[in-house]
C-alpha cells in the first residue's frame, strides 16, 4: 500500500527549476512533519529538505541552501520541494518521507525517523 505518492520530477537544463510534490494520506500527514531525500546510483541517500507541521518550521542541506524550498498545503496533505536553480549534481532519485508519529525530527535527517517513504521521481540536469 503506497502512503506517499511523489511527482514532478523530469530532466532539465542546468540553471532550470521544477517543482515536487508529495501527496499523503490524512494518516501520513499527521506526524511531526516530512522530509525529502535523493539517491544517486552507487551514493548513500541524503536528506535535502525538511518540515515540521507544526511551526513549519524548515531545515535544509547546504548543498541546496539557497535553492530550494520547502512547503505545505496543509488542506491537500501536500508537500512540496520547489528546486530552482538546478545543477547537474542534484540529479538523483527524489523520495519524501513521513516522520514516525509526533516524535522529533533530527537535522540533519535521520532515515529511520521516517515510517512512510514514497516510490520517488527522477530528476535528472543536464549541463
Known amino acids: 500500500q503506497v502512503q506517499l505518492l511523489e511527482s514532478g520530477g523530469g530532466s532539465v537544463q542546468a540553471g532550470g527549476s521544477l517543482r515536487l510534490s508529495c501527496v499523503a494520506s490524512?494518516?501520513?500527514?499527521?506526524?511531526?512533519?516530512m522530509g525529502w531525500f535523493r539517491q544517486a546510483p552507487g551514493k548513500a541517500r541524503e536528506g535535502v529538505a525538511m518540515?515540521?507541521?507544526?511551526?513549519?518550521?524548515?531545515n535544509y542541506a547546504d548543498s541546496v541552501k539557497g535553492r530550494f524550498t520547502i512547503s505545505q498545503d496543509q488542506a491537500k496533505y501536500t508537500v512540496y520541494l520547489q528546486m530552482n536553480g538546478l545543477k547537474p549534481e542534484d540529479t538523483a532519485m527524489y523520495y519524501c518521507a513521513s516522520a514516525y508519529g509526533l516524535g522529533t525530527i533530527s537535522w540533519p535527517l535521520i532515515e529511520e525517523e521516517f515510517g512512510y517513504w514514497g516510490q520517488g521521481t527522477q530528476v535528472t540536469v543536464s549541463s
Open positions: 490524512e494518516y501520513t500527514y499527521s506526524s511531526n512533519g
Open positions: 518540515i515540521t507541521f507544526g511551526g513549519g518550521r524548515t
